[in-house]
Every structure is written in structure tokens, then in C-alpha cells.
């Protein structure tokens, strides 16, 4: 058994080993040595978002739209350009940047940026939630508010088999059950967009009494259908469709579109397609780009879609009735064959 003398003695060495720990430890108590360097003192954030409080005071929160800048010119000014908005999926209309709108907490709030602009290609929707606190819409939408200048495909050639470029006067020979391809060509405008957010369509329409629609085909690309369901009227009541999908762009830091493809087409057997050489459209491209827009076809609805015409025929090359993404991206190519 420890005698009195044994427990004092255990008593003692705690006490020096506590005192060494302190000293070398001051801020265990709140003190520490003299002269010695301050430790920092690390800030927590308290900022409030919509999942990092489980109640918010505010009842109504202001939320600020944009602001917007031009892709590669943030310069320019886009104060004028329409940005259409929906707050827990109910259309709220169009706005500008800078406008102030009052939502509640956790509301989930859509930006379709330039919806209603024809300089601009509207963004896809950037979808907020909203904080405990008032907001504006770029500090939470992904850079969807860099808006993409609406392009043109400002140089676009057809080459014969020759390599030369295919015009009226520099046609290509096709005779029956002949397969002949093209080289496509594509250069967009110099810092625009051609389809920033979704694809570039390239339309085919050519007659199928005189060429196998089966046989039509294009390097690289996706085939699809129709994108939209009504692109156009066909310039022929012979002719068909055939959709060939390339992705779209230019996109992140490359500043110009470009696109280079193979179109393949087969004359029927017995048949010798030279209706070109009388002016009759039987071969033509035309391509499409998508846009976010709303639709008037479509119950209204904000969809990722190509412009229609409504069944509006072509008018000199030209397109007329569009409702969804009017003025953005459509052009028509006619190639030319005897």
C-alpha cells in the first residue's frame, strides 16, 4: 500500500508535467507567452444559401438579372438585349439586365439569356435556386450570361470531284447509278457563334426519282430526322429529307467555326439526273442552327429547336413565317449537276 509520502510525490511530477505543457502550450487557457506571433484567426463563413439554412426571415428577396456580356468583346454593350425568365416553371416574361425582380426563398428561378434577341444565339437555361439573400443571376448561372453573336456561315463551298467549286457554270457530271461526293466546306464568322449550345443541322433534299435517298450519306455526323417536324417546304414534291447532325460552335476559347465533311449521293439505276441543268432545285443543303427559344408551335414551351416556317415555302432562297429563333442561322446551298 503507498504510504502519504508515495501519493505527494505522484501529486508533484503531474504538476511539473502540466506546468511544461502550458508554458509550451499557452493557448490551451486562453493566454500565451510574451513576444510571441499572434495565430490568425480563420474566418467561417456565414454566408446563407438556399441548403445551408433551414429557415430564412426574408420573405421576399430581390434578385438582379445579369449582368450580360458579348463573348470575346465584353466591351459591348448589352444592355438593350431581352432575357426572358421563369420562376418555379411559370413564364414571368422578358426583362434587361439590371432589372430587379422579387422572389421568395428556394424558388427555382430559370434564365433564358437573349431569348428575344436576334444579334444574340439565347442561352440554354441556367437554373437557380434562390438563397436567403439577395442575388443576381450571373453569380449563379454557369457563365451562361457570355452571350454568343449570331453568325453566318460566311464562307461555305461545295468542291466537285475535280476539286473544283461547284457553281452553275462549273457543275458536276452524274450519270446513272453513278455514286459521286462532295466536299463540304464550312467557315462561321470570325468571333460568333453558329450553334453555340446545340447542333448544326445539315438538311439534304434531293429528288428520289432520280437518286437512292438510301445511298445519302455524310462523313462525321449523326444522322437524324426532321429536327424540328416542319423545316420547310420541300422545293420538290418529289424530293425527301435526310437530317446530318455535327456539333456545334466554336466553343470555349476557339473564336471561329469551321467544318469539314463528305457528302456522298447515288443516282438510281436506269435513271440519268440532269433536271439541274433546266433550273429544276433537286439537290440542296441547308443548314440550321439550333436556339433556345419558346415556341408558339409548342404550347409555348422553352425548347432547344431549329426555325420553322410553318409550311411556308421558299421565297428566292430565302425563308419567311419562322416563330422559334427567328433570323438566327439558315441557309440554303444548291448544288448543281447535269
Request: hydrophobic share 35%; net charge negative.
Amino acid at each position: 500500500m503507498m504510504n502519504k509520502r508515495g501519493e505527494l510525490n505522484i501529486w508533484m511530477i503531474a504538476g511539473a508535467i502540466l506546468a511544461i505543457v502550458l508554458v509550451t502550450n499557452p493557448g490551451l487557457i486562453g493566454f500565451q507567452k510574451a513576444g510571441a506571433a499572434e495565430v490568425p484567426v480563420v474566418p467561417v463563413d456565414t454566408q446563407q444559401t438556399a441548403d445551408a439554412v433551414e429557415f430564412c426571415s426574408d420573405s421576399s428577396i430581390t434578385m438582379t438579372v445579369g449582368p450580360t456580356k458579348q463573348k470575346w468583346s465584353p466591351a459591348t454593350s448589352t444592355a438593350t438585349v431581352q432575357h426572358r425568365w421563369l420562376k418555379n416553371g411559370v413564364d414571368q416574361g422578358l426583362v434587361t439586365e439590371a432589372n430587379t425582380k422579387s422572389v421568395a426563398w428556394k424558388d427555382r428561378i430559370e434564365v433564358i439569356y437573349a431569348a428575344n434577341s436576334t444579334a444574340y444565339y439565347a442561352s440554354k437555361p441556367a437554373t437557380i435556386t434562390a438563397p436567403c439573400a439577395a442575388f443576381s443571376t450571373s453569380e449563379h448561372d454557369g457563365n451562361f450570361n457570355e452571350l454568343y453573336a449570331n453568325g453566318t456561315l460566311a464562307t461555305w463551298n461545295v468542291f466537285n470531284t475535280d476539286a473544283t467549286v461547284n457553281s452553275q457554270t462549273s457543275n458536276e457530271t452524274i450519270n446513272s447509278g453513278e455514286s459521286k461526293t462532295f466536299k463540304v466546306s464550312i467557315f462561321g464568322d470570325s468571333e460568333k457563334g453558329v450553334s453555340p449550345y446545340g447542333k448544326l443541322h445539315l438538311v439534304l433534299e434531293e429528288n428520289v426519282t432520280a437518286f437512292d435517298e438510301g445511298q445519302a450519306i455524310m462523313t462525321g455526323s449523326s444522322s437524324g430526322t426532321n429536327p424540328s417536324g416542319t423545316l420547310y417546304k420541300l422545293a420538290n414534291v418529289a424530293s425527301s429529307l435526310k437530317t446530318f447532325d455535327f456539333d456545334g460552335g466554336p466553343k470555349g476559347d476557339v473564336r471561329q467555326y469551321n467544318l469539314e465533311t463528305f457528302l456522298t449521293v447515288k443516282a438510281k439505276s436506269g435513271v440519268n439526273p440532269n433536271a439541274a441543268a433546266t433550273g429544276a432545285e433537286t439537290l440542296l443543303l441547308t443548314a440550321l442552327a439550333d436556339d433556345w427559344c419558346q415556341s408558339s408551335d409548342d404550347a409555348n414551351l422553352v425548347r432547344l429547336a431549329v426555325e420553322d416556317e410553318d409550311g411556308n415555302g421558299r421565297v428566292g432562297g430565302t425563308v419567311a413565317g419562322d416563330t422559334c429563333g427567328a433570323n438566327h442561322l439558315r441557309q440554303v446551298k444548291t448544288i448543281y449537276y447535269n
